[in-house]
């Protein structure tokens, strides 16, 4: 099963960002290292939501480049993404599947004050589960 190891400090951080974006979806990019099949996420990069429907996420280029470059001046790499469900459930939906494309790619998604973990493979969304992390 893969691990996901999260600072409570940056699972907060996704949870206040998708209730300060409603009614619309939050989004943005999860930078860290993977190790097998371990995610280490170490920090997030929110990223502008471009999407004309406020139940859709399309994340502005400009800030997934930014994101890129700070990841890799920390010697990271992107790894995965995050958004919110305002309306739905904290797990994919059939336009996250649509989406998705990116083998072995982290997925966080919050609603109703849940943050659940998945990783795209193999054309579907595979469920991760948590480890504990202090910081």
């Not at 480049?65 to 459930?89: L, M």
């Not at 996250?96 to 990116?102: N, P, S, V, Y």
């Amino acid at each position: 099963m893969t691990e996901i190891l999260l600072p409570p400090t940056l699972r907060t951080q996704v949870l206040r960002e998708a209730e300060a974006a409603l009614p619309r979806e939050c989004c943005g990019l999860l930078e860290g290292r993977r190790e097998g099949k371990r995610f280490h996420l170490l920090a997030l990069h929110a990223v502008k939501n471009l999407a004309a429907h406020p139940d859709r996420f399309e994340m502005d280029p400009r800030g997934q480049i930014a994101a890129q470059k700070a990841a890799r001046a920390a010697g990271n790499r992107i790894i995965g993404c995050y958004h919110s469900h305002p309306n739905g459930k904290a797990e994919p939906s059939a336009a996250d599947l649509q989406g998705a494309g990116e083998e072995d790619f982290l997925w966080l998604v919050a609603a109703g004050g849940s943050l659940a973990a998945f990783v795209y493979r193999r054309g579907e969304f595979v469920g991760a589960d948590w480890v504990a992390s202090s910081e």
